[in-house]
Each structure stands twice: as C-alpha cells, then as structure tokens.
C-alpha cells in the first residue's frame, strides 16, 4: 500500500510538472510582442552604450524598440552643460518627429532622465508606461526625486565622497558636501527647461518633477554588493553588469606577454588623452618602466598615439591602443589589475573578471566608484593630481607594487598549498607555561633565591 501511495504522488508530480510547462511554453507563445521606445539622451558612450544594450536585451525578448539618440556635432565643441541641457530641451520642438512618435502608440518609454526632457517627450507622445534609467550609481540628488532619503551620517556623498564617515569631523564635511550639492542640483534642470517645455507644450502641462516621479521602476547600472549600504525604494531594480559581455580570453595582446602578466591602463571613452601634460605622461611612462617584465595596456586617443609614437618605442613593455576590447582583456587570466578612471561599467566588468583595481577618479561619480573599491577591498585609489607633483613617478609605481605582490602572494599560496612554514606556534606547540615564558621566569627566581 505505501509503495502504491508513493507511485500515485509521483504519477501526480509528473503531470504537474507537464502541465506547468505547457502552461509556460503556451504563455511564451501567446505574450504579447510590446512597442518600446529607448531614448539615450547623452553624448557619452557608456551611457548610450548602456541603454542600447537594455534595447538590445528587449529586442532579444521578442519585443519591438525604436531607440532615439541624439546626435548634433556642435555639441562636442566647447558647449557648457548649461548649453547642453538647452540643446536636449529642444528637442521637445521637433514636432514633426513628436506627431510621427505618438503614431506609434508605444507601450513603455524608457529614458535617462538626469533632466526633464525624456519624461515631457513620453507624456507628451502618449507613452503607456514610464520606466527611467540610469547608467551611474543612484546619485543622491535623482534620489530625491522619488522621495527616497539620502542620510550624511553614513552615506557618502556622490561627488565629493568621504570614504570614513566614523569620525565627527568626516560627518560634518560630509554634510555639508550633502547640503552644498542640494542647494545647487534642487530643480536646477527643471528651472533651466521648464520655460522651454512650457512654451511648447502649454502652460497646463504637467508638473515635471511629478512626471519624472511617475517612472514606474528606475534601473541603475550597479550592484547592492559594489556600492554603500543606503535607504532605497523597491521600484529600484539594479541591474548592473548588463553591459558585461561573454567575451572570451582570445586577446593575442595579453598571450605574449612575459610571466608576470599585464596590466590595463584607461580613461574611458569621454576623456582626451591629448591634454595630458608632458610631465604626468612622462611620470607614468617612468613609473611603467620599473616593472619591466608587466607589460601594459593603455589606451589612447588616435591623435595622442600619432604625437608620441617615437616616445613610446623607447618603452617595450608599453602598448598604446586606440581602441581596446575591454571585457576580454579584463577576461585574459594574465591581466594583474586594471588602472582606470573608475567610469561605472569599468568598475562593475572588474568585478565581474575579479581584476583589483588602481583608481585615478576625473570627475562626476568616478571618485564614488574609487571610494567604494577602497572601502570593499577591491582597489587602491591615487589622487590624479600627485601624478603631476614631484613624487609622481614613485606614487604610481609603489601602488602598482601592492597590486603585483596581493597576486603574487595569492598564486604563490594557490601553487604550494600548506604553507605551514610562516605559521606561529601556538597552542598545539607548546603549553602555555612555555608560551608565557612562566618555567623561565620561574627558573630565574629559584636561582635568584639560591643566590641570595
């Protein structure tokens, strides 16, 4: 009977189980294809590098996307970001491109939405459902926006981090830097498009700070592992690492490059290299040159390459690229570290690949990043301007020895395993009387008492 009993219970598990998974297969089948509309409103190409591979994501689902990226060279050329903010704002005026979107009849609009410009377009346009998403951390002042509180007494601020927070005094400058950055971000996008948006749209259109809190979820490009413990809403989804892509070790860079290995030295994609001063290249050019068996990566602007190429041949185990495959070299078992700028898509591939990182922050959030892979364990952070100071060269070289010796020490304990040699001896050795040195102490005053 009890062996009947179980032949019935797994009879029943099995048609279950058949019938769960047609019951998928059939809503699979029958899901209904959406219209999407990606709007990337930045010129910097991680960011549309981000937003494009969420359309990407989408488009591999089954769905339909449309993305809208805006591409105006004369904004690359000595445009403020007031001017920018300006320039994004008319796009709003762009009515023949508006009334052939709203034909469209989009399900969901997903837009970054550091100002105001993408939340107008999707209500204007008639987009079902709002979602925004971001390509950085979630920065305090965005947090604002949905209500969610950003405390100074443990969480640093975005642009001017203080890494320790235990002390009074690092609180205080950490309020203070809160306050600063609430004075001077609290509606400023809003005041600088709402004339503009208004003037086009009618003066009954919809507050913006309302449709911006309207955004039924907000993605960010990170991770509640790499980033400081704070308050948050559960229409938060993170989702970094979207970017990381599959890339196999197959870089014929790193798989001639002598034993100990290579290190991958960038700026990301918005800085330009040809500012560099002479000096800091130099200093780092220098400081490579002490470790002459690491070879390193560096990327470099095409016209930075063509002006030094004769001072780069004089160091060989230096390697200037224009253009670089970044997750597969990161990927390469032989890269030793990465020196980078600490962009968020660098920060979270280096996890991904478990590359340490050496941090050289330039502005915005990368000395946020920096601080959270110091503070986690994962990276070094160097203060970009010492690399133009006098003790440059050493500064650079002696954090890329403490990089070099973590993974010299961790290959060199992985390969002999029982390293029983450097241990203490401790308790299982010897007794505490010995430990303590008490028969020593005890002999001493027994030949003292002798004597005397």
Not at 215 to 220: I, Q, R, T
Not at 434 to 448: C, P, R
Request: aromatic share 12%; net charge negative.
């Amino acid at each position: 009977m009890p062996i009947f009993r179980l032949l019935l219970i797994i009879l029943f598990l099995l048609i279950s189980t058949f019938a769960s998974q047609q019951n998928f297969n059939n809503s699979k089948q029958t899901k209904r294809q959406l219209k999407i509309l990606v709007y990337s409103p930045t010129l910097s190409w991680s960011h549309a590098q981000f937003l494009g591979k969420i359309a990407d994501t989408l488009v591999d689902a089954g769905h339909e996307v449309d993305v809208g990226y805006i591409v105006d060279p004369c904004l690359l050329i000595d445009n403020p970001a007031y001017d920018l903010l300006i320039e994004r704002g008319k796009t709003i005026k762009e009515r023949k491109l508006l009334q052939k979107l709203e034909k469209e009849h989009f399900d969901v609009g997903i837009g970054e939405n550091y100002d105001h410009c993408a939340a107008a377009i999707f209500h204007k346009i008639g987009v079902r459902v709002q979602v925004t998403a971001y390509a950085v951390q979630l920065l305090h002042w965005i947090a604002r926006k949905y209500d969610i509180p950003t405390f100074a007494s443990y969480v640093p601020n975005n642009f001017a981090p203080t890494l320790r927070l235990e002390s009074f005094s690092n609180r205080l400058i950490n309020f203070y830097n809160e306050f600063y950055e609430w004075i001077w971000m609290h509606d400023h996008f809003k005041r600088l498009q709402d004339p503009i948006i208004r003037a086009e749209f009618g003066e009954d259109f919809p507050d913006l700070n309302e449709l911006l809190k309207k955004s039924s979820l907000v993605f960010v490009n990170t991770n509640p592992f790499i980033d400081f413990p704070r308050p948050i809403s559960n229409k938060i989804v993170y989702i970094g690492g979207l970017v990381q892509e599959s890339a196999p070790p197959d870089s014929k860079i790193l798989d001639k490059v002598a034993k100990e290995g290579a290190i991958l030295f960038s700026f990301g994609s918005i800085t330009d290299t040809t500012k560099i001063s002479n000096y800091m290249r130099n200093s780092i050019l220098n400081a490579f040159k002490r470790f002459p068996n690491v070879h390193f990566i560096w990327k470099l602007d095409k016209e930075t390459i063509k002006n030094q190429s004769e001072l780069f041949k004089s160091f060989t185990n230096v390697h200037a690229f224009e253009w670089i495959r970044q997750t597969a070299i990161l990927a390469h078992p032989n890269l030793r570290a990465f020196i980078s700028h600490c962009g968020q898509n660098s920060l979270t591939e280096s996890v991904i690949a478990g590359v340490p990182v050496i941090g050289l922050p330039l502005f915005a959030d990368q000395f946020y990043n920096a601080d959270v892979a110091q503070k986690l364990g994962f990276g070094l952070q160097i203060d970009v301007n010492d690399l133009n100071g006098p003790n440059s060269e050493s500064i650079l070289a002696e954090t890329i020895e403490k990089v070099e010796r973590l993974v010299k020490w961790v290959e060199f304990a992985a390969e002999f395993s029982d390293l029983s040699e450097l241990d203490l001896p401790g308790a299982k050795e010897m007794n505490w009387v010995v430990y303590y040195s008490i028969d020593h102490g005890t002999k001493f005053q027994i030949i003292v008492k002798d004597v005397t």
